[in-house]
């Protein structure tokens, strides 16, 4: 009897043994992924190469397919794309990158999950309510007043009285960023000296290349010599036409920092978050949606990594020596720069 009873148990043993291993090889379900941004910006490419990397990286065994859609600038195309998508439904799952891409998708799509990432101020720009759970089909990755962040970090690097920074009136992530700056400035005990102008004139029209870099070149020159740092936020028309910073901040011998989308360009510190990080973040959300987490569950303020770049040239340009804590903490040194051609210009921020 006993015999047969440690017979009987070996044998579900051994069944057991052999249908595991076919419980893990087991094939997911196929899913395709729309990823959509406004733009061609450095950051975007940054976070989208995270997301992919991250899905290949990932333990679902299902094929992912993911279809990557540039507007290239032209927010009615992308409007067009997005109303298909809801349309057509042949999409699992909606990755977006930036403020525009993310607040356009909200608004015409709430049965496909959202996952976003390359915000500056989502809680500023009616994206984000409430950081643990958007209640609906959105999630992201993302840092709570990342800006306000960073630049304390900078400051506690070196402890500067005056920040400057021009932003663009009428877009979302430079007026949330402005917000930031002034709370983070009241906190600190610094003053903030900022202008602002719009991409467009009274008619709605993109502003001509000429009046753009005279707009730029004008609110430095009278920014700059009141300030001992100058802050300079993520944009295409500020990246097109860096050569105007870069000779104000050689003129002037103001340290500049910002998006490290600049640094190779001749910034001397590069503060931000870790947007290849923040894509393979992302990704590990697609793959718990696509096991059935609800997209309402999962929080917002997950994205913790900071990168701080350091160029060592315009620094010596601008004739600030860095402290050695400022260097220990640079995540990447940079010893050159390539001075930027004037410009092509991009009139959508």
Known sequence: MRILVFLIALSVLIICSAVQPLAKTAVEAPKKVLAIQSQVFAPYERSFKGFKTGLEASDYTGNIEVVHFNAKSDLKLMEQKILEVQKSKEFDL?????????????????????????????????????????????????????LSKG??????????????????QGSPSHEGALRQMKLISKHLGTKLIYDGF???????????????????????DELLPQVDVFFVQPSRSFVNNFDIFLNGFRDHKVLS??????????????????????????ARYAVKIF??????????????????SFNLKAAAV????????????????????????????????
């Open 318 to 349: 601008v004739g600030f020596t860095p402290p050695l804590d400022l260097l220990a903490a640079a995540d990447a040194i940079y010893q050159e720069y390539q001075a930027p051609n004037p410009p092509r210009i991009d009139t959508q921020d």
């Open 198 to 220: 719009p991409l467009k004139n009274a008619a709605g029209k993109n502003l001509p290349d000429a009046e753009l870099r005279e707009q730029i070149s004008m609110k430095l």
């Open 151 to 168: 630049v304390e970090m900078l400051h506690n690097l070196i402890q500067f009285k005056t920040v400057g920074m021009i932003y663009l």
């Open 291 to 308: 096991r059935g987490t609800p997209p309402a569950s999962l929080p917002m303020d997950v994205g913790q990594q900071f990168t701080i």
């Open 94 to 146: 909606i990755f977006t990158l930036g403020t525009r891409a993310t607040r356009m998708a909200m608004d015409n799509i709430d049965d496909i999950p959202i996952i976003f990432t390359d915000l500056a101020a989502p809680e500023y720009s009616g994206i984000i309510k409430d950081w643990k759970s958007s209640g609906t089909n959105v999630t992201g990755v993302e840092t709570p007043k990342y």
């Open 257 to 282: 920092a910002g998006d490290p989308v600049y640094i190779e360009k001749g910034i001397v510190l590069g503060l931000d978050r870790n947007k290849f990080e923040f894509g393979k973040q992302c």
